[in-house]
C-alpha cells in the first residue's frame, strides 16, 4: 500500500510539474503581461520595448542611464524586455498582439498602423517635436576612397555600379531611401522643366532600382550585407554609416545635393501599457527620450537630435545639403502611401518594370 501511494503522489508531483514547465514556454507576447503585472507587486516593473533594427545601439545606451535615474527618482528596478525589427515589421508584430509599452519607429506612418488598431492614441503628435526623438538624412556609403567617384544619386545610375537599399515593404528606412532617390528626381525635374515632374522622377527611380543587388528585410540587414562586401554603394541613413565609422569601418559618406530630411518618432503604446500598469514608468521613458543626456547618446551613434541644445553643439558634424527637401515636399506621408506604396503606385510600377 505504501509503494501504491508513493507511486500516487509521484505521478500528481510529475503531472504538476509538466503543467508549470507548459506555463513557463507560453509565447514571449502572452507572459509579457503577466511579467508586467507581478513586477507592479513588488519592487520591480518591467517595461518592454519595441524598436525599429537601426536604433538598436543608441537605445541599447540609453536603457542603463534612464534605469539609473529611475531608481534615484522612484527607488522602482526597471527591466527592460527589448526587440529589434525592421520599422514595417516591428509595427505589424505590435498591431498583431506583441506587447511593447513603448515603440521607437522609423517613420510616422507605422505609428499611424498603430493609432488605427486603436493601440496609440491619435495625439501622440502632441509630444515635443510632433512626437519625433530623432533626425538623420538619407546619404550615400562607399567602399573607403570612393573609388567609383560617387557624388550623388545620378551617379547611381550608371552601368556597372552596384546598389544597396532595403525593401520599402518591411523596412521604414527603405521608404525614406526610395522617398529621397523620388524626390532628388523631382528636384533636378524642377531644374530642368520649371515645375515637378512625377513620370521623370520614375523613370530615375527606375534607372537607380536597376542597379540594386537585393532588397534586405532591414536597414540593418542591408548594412550588414554591405560590410560583409555586396555592392559598391549603399543607400542608407547617414547615422547608420557615421556609426559604423566611429567603430572602425571604412567608409566614406557621401551627402547627395537633393535627399531628404528623416524624422524618426517613438510613442507610448496605451492599450498594453493601461493593460500592464506600466503607464507612469512608460510615459517618463519616452520623456526621457527628449533629454539632453539621451539626445547626446543619439548624437554620439550618428543621429541628428531633435533637442536643440545638443544640436547646436553638433552643428559642425552635420552639414546641411543645399537641396534638403522634407516629406511635405512630395505631398505629406498620406500623399507619399498612395502615390508610391499603395497597390498600384509608383514604387510597384518600378518592381514591376511597368
Known sequence: MTMIRTKLLLSVLLAVSVILSACGNQ????STASASAVSNDGKDITLVIGAYSVAKDAIGEIL????????????QNVKFQESYEASGTQARAIAGGFEADVT????????DK???????KDTWRDEPHKGMITRSIVVLGTREGNPLGIHNFNDLTKPDVK???????TS??????INAIYGAGLKQSERDEGKKDPAAAKVFLQAVHQNVESLDKSGRASMAAFEYGVG?????????LLARMAKGAKYEVVIPDDTILIENPAAVVDQYVDEHGTRKVAEAFLAYLWTPEAQEVFAKNGFR????????EQVSEYPTPKGLFNIDYLGGWSEVRKSLYSSRGIWYQVLAGI
Open 64 to 75: 542603463p542611464k534612464f534605469q539609473a535615474e529611475w531608481k534615484a527618482k522612484t527607488g
Open 104 to 111: 521607437v519607429l522609423s517613420l510616422e506612418g507605422d505609428i
Open 114 to 120: 498603430l493609432v488605427k488598431a486603436g493601440l496609440v
Open 27 to 30: 509565447s514571449d507576447t502572452k
Open 163 to 169: 546598389v544597396l537599399y532595403p525593401n520599402p515593404k
Open 232 to 240: 559598391d554603394v549603399i543607400v542608407t541613413y547617414e547615422n547608420e
Open 305 to 312: 537630435p531633435v533637442n536643440e541644445q545638443v544640436m547646436a
Open 172 to 177: 521604414g528606412g527603405a521608404q525614406w531611401d
